[in-house]
């Protein structure tokens, strides 16, 4: 078995390209062009080490801002940090209100109980969660697409996403309602 070498984490195909027009310019001697260039952090060779430093640099800083980005995006609720007092006034209340969702889509599984095909809802606002049964909803599609529906995610036909959002949605009116 051969091992393949693999090139660094800095030498993505433009940067390549960028050296080798670099090399091919100059000719692998001064990178401005000069004739005899006596200032030898222009050579080909110095240059191009300064230039890959400044390449590993720009690229550890921008794994530290996708990092603080992430970070920031998995510890915060989603929630506006705006002052409690004097955001609101009835209005602009409602009209936020009807503007955000009634719940949202957690997951699709089956029953171990009944094996019936049932979707988890978290309600809006609210940890409580509603374990939604779908019934004979998903018999209309067959059995390899109900299982790749159900184990990795897959979209369903449009009809069918229909009639489970209208399940849903009048499980999350009845719970609400009482």
């Known amino acids: 078995m051969t091992k ?10 433009d940067r390549r390209n960028t050296l080798v027009q ?3 310019s100059s000719g692998g001697f001064c990178v ?20 890959v430093r ?8 921008q794994t530290q ?22 955001r609101f006034n009835a209005i602009s209340k409602d009209i936020f209100a009807s503007n955000q969702p009634l719940y949202y889509l957690e997951g699709q599984s089956v029953s ?3 094996l019936t095909p049932f979707v988890k809802v978290r309600i809006a606002s609210s940890y ?34 229909v009639i489970i959002r209208s399940m849903i949605l009048e499980a999350v009116r009845d719970y609400l309602a009482h």
């Not at 980005?69 to 609720?77: F, G």
Request: with cysteine; glycine share 6%.
């Open 4 to 13: 393949t070498k693999s090139l660094p984490k800095w030498a993505n195909p």
């Open 22 to 24: 670099l090399f091919l």
């Open 32 to 51: 401005f062009g000069h004739k005899k260039c006596l200032v030898s952090e222009h050579h080909y060779y110095l240059y191009t080490e300064f230039l």
């Open 54 to 61: 400044d390449w590993k640099q720009s690229d550890r800083e």
């Open 65 to 86: 801002a996708d990092w603080e980005a992430e970070r920031k995006a998995m510890h915060s609720l989603g929630e506006q940090s705006y002052p409690v007092f004097g």
């Open 112 to 114: 171990g109980l009944t």
């Open 128 to 161: 409580m969660r509603l374990y939604v049964d779908l019934g004979e909803a998903l018999r209309q599609v067959s059995k390899s697409k109900r299982r790749k529906a159900i184990r990795y995610g897959k979209p369903l036909p449009q009809n069918i996403q």
